[in-house]
């Protein structure tokens, strides 16, 4: 399984964003794909989980209500939608799969993992 996020870039605060997660390589409906984060000088964090299959997304406290977790299966690729960005959303987010049905946000349960795309929120 390959992963590749895209999307992230430079906002002010208040903005939004889109970032996507496109995968190749073997996937399943029922496998987890989850959106991660890390902060300069921080541990990395999760954000949003969801199956490729669709369904409801988990969030993290600090983005709910903000961000929108959405898959494609047909096309494999999973989306962020970050709306209301605050300049303590600004970091390097990840995508990442792992093989269980049960969408979680133990970043250590995630096997596959993309290259990140960093996000700036300017205040």
């Known amino acids: 399984v390959q992963l590749q996020a895209s999307g992230g870039g430079l906002v002010q605060a208040g903005g939004s964003l889109r970032l996507s997660c496109a995968a190749s390589?073997?996937?399943?409906?029922?496998?987890?794909v989850g959106w991660f984060r890390q902060a300069p000088g921080k541990e990395r964090e999760f954000v949003a989980s969801?199956?490729?299959?669709?369904?409801?997304?988990r969030y993290a406290d600090s983005v709910k209500g903000r961000f929108t977790i959405s898959s494609d299966n047909a096309k494999k690729t999973v989306y962020l939608q970050m709306n209301s960005l605050k300049p303590e959303d600004t970091a390097v987010y990840y995508c990442?799969?792992?093989?269980?049905?049960?969408?979680?946000?133990?970043?250590?349960?995630?096997?596959?993992w993309g290259p990140g795309t960093l996000v700036t929120v300017s205040s």
């Open positions: 969801i199956n490729w299959g669709g369904g409801s997304g």
């Open positions: 390589g073997r996937i399943l409906s029922s496998d987890t």
């Open positions: 990442a799969v792992r093989m269980v049905a049960r969408i979680g946000s133990n970043a250590g349960s995630y096997a596959y």
